[in-house]
């Protein structure tokens, strides 16, 4: 070989450029048509992903004594964050806005437990009473009315109705024992939601810088953007959801109230409970109040707790929800329906609960990546079934 066909060191070392076509074909593989290989190609990574969401769902199943408390403690934090930040800046000290927002809600809770025990414990004889008097009524009404039926008829739709309801409410509070299936359980995820509550609003900053290090360094403006954005939106929507989560128990407590329906201020506080559950809790509480309406009071106060109660949801919907959220958090009811059902299908209650605040962040999360905002700052803006913008807000340094 002469010196100039022998390679030199300094060729070796060169970097050379790498092939991109390695595409192996086949005479078969040519035979397949062009679409039918495209459609297998996304079905193959479809499958993956799916894989890959249904290994994380497992997971948190596995955890759920872990996630639920930690979970709670990020909504509350969303909830006392407003007035947790108004009186840091109005310079209370760090530790005395913890104990003022800890205390102060603790202290709320317990007045309005307290105060639905009393109730419940002063009516529950006489709604019983009446209960069983209406029921009495109905029967009559259904083997003496139009309808004609026997006994036998009467007791097998009881039956098929209890049995529908315990195959329901069996699926439903399946999510709910995930908190926990003994009360030293329930006992343990309330005490560490405690805990994980003060330390967020202690050192909420701290933590997430630590958690920002996990990322990698060139990811890490990202995700802190990502991250912030969607904190700003599961505050708007924990705001708001407590403004009218409140509006709609006063209304229709106090419409249940006048109109004579027993245990007000139970229902109240249940309308209030089920109304973070948007669209399905406040139609679900409405109908409770309804039924004991009809139960308790008869056909003609059913139907006015009835207007009561689509009159509040009428006024939520089309002018609370607008003038409340304004351009926070802008959601399809069809997005808001299909999220709460597939929380409510893998995690029951605590599922529910939590779908929505949940898709509201990886969903602004995952716009504020895909747009770019973050390397600029701008709001995220996406053409997207649920499109979550948070509100401009000046920045501070804390």
């Not at 958690?211 to 360094?217: A, E, S």
């Not at 990811?219 to 969607?230: L, M, Q, S």
């Not at 989560?245 to 139970?266: K, M, R, Y």
């Not at 997005?335 to 929380?343: D, E, I, K, T």
Request: glycine fraction near 8%; aromatic fraction near 8%.
């Amino acid at each position: 070989m002469s010196d100039e066909q022998r390679p030199r060191l300094r060729d070796l070392l060169r970097p050379r450029p790498v092939s991109t076509d390695r595409t192996v074909t086949t005479e078969a593989e040519e035979a397949v048509p062009l679409p039918l290989r495209i459609t297998a190609g996304y079905a193959w990574r479809l499958l993956l992903i799916a894989a890959v969401i249904a290994g994380f769902i497992w997971i948190v199943i596995q955890l759920k004594l872990l996630v639920i408390p930690l979970m709670v403690g990020i909504l509350i934090t969303a909830l006392l964050w407003p007035a947790f930040e108004w009186m840091l800046r109005h310079r209370f000290p760090r530790w005395l806005a913890v104990a003022i927002a800890i205390l102060g809600t603790i202290a709320i809770v317990t007045t309005l437990m307290w105060l639905v025990v009393w109730q419940i414990r002063a009516q529950l004889p006489d709604v019983q009473e009446r209960t069983g008097a209406a029921v009495e009524q109905f029967r009559q009404f259904l083997l003496e009315g139009p309808l004609h039926l026997t006994e036998k008829q009467i007791q097998g739709y009881i039956d098929q109705g209890f049995a529908l309801l315990n195959e329901q409410a069996q699926l439903l509070f399946n999510g709910a024992l995930a908190v926990g299936t003994t009360a030293a359980h329930v006992v343990t995820g309330a005490v560490l939601s405690l805990f994980i509550l003060i330390c967020l609003l202690a050192d909420g900053a701290g933590i997430w810088r630590w958690t920002l290090r996990l990322f990698p360094r060139k990811a890490r403006p990202a995700a802190d953007a990502a991250a912030r954005n969607g904190w700003s939106t599961i505050i708007n929507y924990a705001r708001t959801q407590l403004l009218v989560a409140a509006i709609d128990a006063v209304g229709i407590g106090t419409g249940a109230a006048l109109l004579g329906v027993p245990l007000a201020l139970p229902v109240a506080v249940l309308v209030f409970l089920g109304s973070f559950i948007p669209i399905v809790g406040a139609v679900v509480t409405g109908a409770i109040a309804v039924l004991l309406a009809l139960v308790y009071n008869g056909p003609w106060i059913a139907l006015a707790m009835l207007i009561v109660v689509l009159g509040v949801q009428q006024l939520e919907g089309h002018v609370l929800q607008p003038i409340l959220m304004g351009s926070a958090v802008k959601v399809h009811p069809l997005a808001v329906v299909l999220v709460v059902a597939g929380g409510s299908m893998i995690g029951g209650i605590p599922g529910a609960l939590f779908a929505v605040p949940l898709a509201a962040f990886v969903n602004v999360a995952a716009v504020t990546v895909s747009t770019g905002s973050w390397r600029t700052g701008d709001q995220p803006d996406a053409d997207l079934i649920w499109s979550t913008v948070p509100r401009q807000r000046r920045r501070r340094n804390r």
